[in-house]
């Protein structure tokens, strides 16, 4: 199943495990449990101290395969972890067999201290992008606690579980057999999920920082280009968001990253991180932004509690997913409406689904659906796509997309529990109709994350930061990049060169405070 590159590569990561590992194996004789059995057998080739042993538990899923270490963690995979999901498996390889898990001192004892049985199941598709980073959170859990599971459950295998327990999204994981969260979520917001005192210790520890030179609030291409840009400089620079990597995450395929041919968000997420710790950086995940102000100095308040202050701040909190907001959509979101094709496609295999928003990225859904799903039917408000010409004769040339366009959705129906159709109006006629239909994707482009600086920072009726060509807001001292601002086009390349010409600005700023402080100081004198 693996070739001889990625043998190769393989056979030098599991070299650095240094304690026994055991496959645990439960198989029938179906085709997949056969699959599974060879992907085993030629990883226990690779190194002495991994071996094989048969599952005998018949009330485990079939076929499944448990990384078992000397200390008793079990990291388990329903299914054949491949495809995104292959790094999971090895980096479950490497933790269980004794190299170190590359996370927080602090996180680590926090993980060790839950009290308590914590058992994960994880809803994947292998072709969702999001999901290895919630199972391989779930998994380095696991393998610091044995007290704590989880176990992958590939979707498109497990038919009937999805279906009983309604999932129509992924990532969909859930706690001791109650449903725990869905979509993407990072080790640190886990830990606050099942941690309830886990917010008021980073708070506090949070409040002990001192005052930055540059905070850079957001963590998407402009704020790791910002702050590449602030730390080569030499002053005290540090980010606070969320997640690292923000809507680029979200991302699969990028062919247009300049001296990059072609890529994926994650990896160029995992590139950017790995770029941005290379410098003295500052970088404090898990809390978003909610407040900013000034006293002097500028001061950014957390959802946590906890207030950072700095000489200059970067906002780089780029965009997220804009909604229909029609009646049906909140109540059945993850429930039929979804937002991720690549991810949450394969869910809907054989059934029919609609598309709203007819620009490349709701074009580009519709021809992948199209290879999964029985039909799509494409709902565009405009009278006409504005999807890139290749795209639109790509999809017209598919039977099983229909593209209607001047179509204003108006609703989501559904029975209670999940999406049953949708209806719009057709705005050349004002006739309304219903559209019988088990999922609907939602492209429709993004919305800037701002909402915490209204009042405070100007913004246009949008919602996005105003700023000029030095990237300087309403603020003094506030500077902004990337897509949350009025920069026209929202790409991940003019976002990184934004984030460097705001950095630029803040040390330019910085230094003429100075110069003006010893200008003040000496007429004072």
């Given at each position: 199943?693996?070739n001889?590159?990625?043998?190769?590569?393989?056979?030098?990561?599991l070299?650095?495990?240094?304690?026994?590992?055991?496959?645990?194996?439960?198989?029938?004789?179906?085709?997949?449990?056969?699959?599974?059995s060879?992907?085993?057998?030629?990883?226990?080739?690779?190194?002495?101290?991994?071996?094989?042993?048969?599952?005998?538990?018949?009330?485990?899923r079939?076929?499944?395969?448990?990384?078992?270490?000397?200390?008793g963690?079990?990291?388990?995979?329903?299914?054949?972890?491949?495809?995104?999901?292959f790094?999971?498996?090895v980096?479950?390889?490497?933790?269980?067999?004794?190299?170190?898990?590359?996370?927080?001192?602090?996180?680590?004892?926090q993980?060790?201290?839950?009290?308590?049985?914590?058992?994960?199941?994880?809803?994947?598709?292998?072709s969702?992008?999001?999901?290895?980073?919630?199972?391989?959170?779930?998994?380095?859990?696991a393998?610091?606690?044995?007290?704590?599971?989880?176990?992958m459950?590939d979707g498109?295998?497990?038919?009937q579980e999805?279906?009983?327990?309604n999932?129509?999204?992924?990532?969909?994981?859930?706690?001791?057999?109650?449903?725990?969260?869905?979509?993407?979520i990072t080790?640190?917001?886990?830990?606050?999920?099942?941690?309830?005192?886990?917010?008021?210790?980073?708070?506090?520890?949070?409040?002990?920082?001192?005052?930055?030179?540059?905070?850079?609030?957001g963590?998407?291409?402009?704020?790791?280009?910002?702050?590449?840009?602030?730390?080569?400089?030499?002053?005290?620079t540090?980010i606070?968001?969320?997640?690292?990597?923000?809507?680029?995450?979200?991302?699969?395929?990028?062919?247009?990253?300049?001296?990059?041919?072609?890529?994926?968000?994650?990896?160029?997420?995992?590139?950017?991180?790995e770029?941005?710790?290379?410098?003295?950086?500052?970088i404090?995940?898990?809390?978003?932004a909610?407040?900013?102000s000034?006293?002097?100095?500028?001061?950014?308040?957390?959802?946590?509690?906890?207030?950072?202050?700095?000489k200059?701040?970067i906002?780089?909190?780029?965009?997220?997913w804009?909604?229909?907001?029609?009646?049906?959509?909140?109540?059945?979101?993850?429930?039929g409406?979804?937002?991720?094709?690549?991810?949450?496609?394969?869910?809907?295999?054989?059934?029919?689904?609609?598309?709203?928003g007819g620009?490349?990225?709701?074009?580009?859904?519709?021809?992948?659906?199209?290879?999964?799903?029985?039909?799509?039917?494409?709902?565009?408000f405009?009278?006409?796509?504005?999807?890139?010409?290749?795209?639109?004769?790509?999809?017209?040339?598919?039977?099983?997309?229909?593209?209607?366009?001047?179509a204003?959705?108006?609703?989501v129906?559904?029975?209670?529990?999940?999406?049953?159709?949708?209806?719009?109006?057709?705005?050349?006629?004002?006739s309304?109709?219903?559209?019988?239909?088990?999922?609907?994707?939602?492209?429709?482009?993004?919305?800037?994350?701002?909402?915490?600086?209204?009042g405070?920072?100007?913004?246009?009726?949008?919602?996005?930061?105003?700023?000029?060509?030095?990237g300087?807001t309403?603020?003094?001292?506030?500077?902004?990049?990337?897509?949350?601002?009025?920069?026209?086009?929202?790409?991940?390349i003019?976002?990184?060169?934004?984030?460097?010409?705001?950095?630029?600005?803040?040390f330019?700023?910085?230094?003429?405070?100075?110069?003006q402080?010893?200008?003040d100081?000496?007429?004072?004198?």
């Amino acid at each position: 199943m693996l070739n001889e590159q990625l043998k190769a590569q393989l056979t030098t990561y599991l070299a650095n495990i240094n304690k026994q590992v055991t496959l645990s194996l439960a198989l029938d004789d179906s085709k997949k449990s056969n699959e599974l059995s060879q992907l085993a057998g030629e990883i226990v080739k690779l190194s002495p101290l991994i071996n094989i042993k048969t599952n005998t538990d018949h009330s485990a899923r079939l076929p499944s395969m448990t990384v078992v270490s000397e200390s008793g963690s079990k990291l388990a995979f329903a299914g054949i972890p491949l495809g995104h999901e292959f790094t999971s498996l090895v980096l479950a390889l490497l933790h269980s067999g004794g190299h170190p898990i590359k996370i927080t001192e602090d996180e680590i004892e926090q993980i060790k201290s839950l009290e308590g049985e914590l058992h994960f199941d994880t809803y994947i598709s292998l072709s969702c992008q999001n999901c290895p980073d919630v199972v391989q959170a779930l998994n380095i859990m696991a393998a610091v606690n044995p007290n704590i599971t989880n176990t992958m459950i590939d979707g498109a295998l497990f038919e009937q579980e999805v279906s009983s327990r309604n999932i129509m999204a992924v990532p969909s994981v859930y706690l001791n057999g109650e449903s725990f969260s869905q979509g993407r979520i990072t080790l640190s917001d886990i830990l606050k999920k099942v941690d309830r005192n886990s917010d008021a210790r980073q708070a506090e520890k949070l409040n002990e920082k001192d005052d930055f030179d540059v905070l850079i609030v957001g963590g998407g291409p402009a704020g790791a280009s910002a702050a590449v840009y602030a730390a080569r400089k030499g002053i005290k620079t540090g980010i606070v968001a969320d997640r690292f990597g923000g809507q680029v995450l979200e991302t699969v395929g990028i062919e247009n990253f300049i001296s990059v041919k072609k890529t994926e968000g994650p990896k160029l997420v995992a590139s950017l991180e790995e770029h941005v710790k290379d410098y003295d950086v500052d970088i404090m995940t898990g809390a978003k932004a909610s407040k900013i102000s000034k006293d002097g100095m500028i001061n950014v308040e957390l959802d946590n509690g906890a207030t950072l202050s700095s000489k200059s701040v970067i906002l780089a909190t780029g965009a997220r997913w804009r909604k229909m907001n029609v009646p049906g959509e909140a109540q059945y979101s993850g429930s039929g409406v979804a937002y991720c094709p690549h991810c949450d496609g394969p869910l809907f295999k054989n059934k029919k689904v609609a598309v709203i928003g007819g620009g490349n990225s709701g074009i580009e859904a519709a021809i992948d659906l199209a290879g999964i799903v029985e039909h799509v039917t494409v709902l565009e408000f405009d009278t006409k796509l504005r999807a890139d010409e290749v795209l639109q004769r790509k999809a017209n040339s598919m039977s099983n997309i229909t593209i209607i366009t001047q179509a204003q959705t108006t609703e989501v129906l559904g029975d209670g529990s999940k999406v049953t159709g949708l209806q719009y109006t057709d705005r050349a006629t004002g006739s309304s109709h219903q559209i019988e239909l088990s999922g609907i994707f939602v492209q429709i482009g993004l919305m800037p994350n701002s909402e915490w600086l209204d009042g405070d920072i100007d913004l246009t009726n949008r919602g996005e930061i105003i700023i000029n060509d030095k990237g300087e807001t309403s603020m003094e001292g506030v500077f902004a990049a990337g897509d949350v601002t009025t920069t026209p086009y929202k790409q991940i390349i003019i976002a990184m060169g934004a984030g460097a010409t705001a950095s630029l600005s803040a040390f330019d700023h910085l230094i003429r405070q100075v110069e003006q402080d010893q200008n003040d100081a000496e007429q004072a004198a």
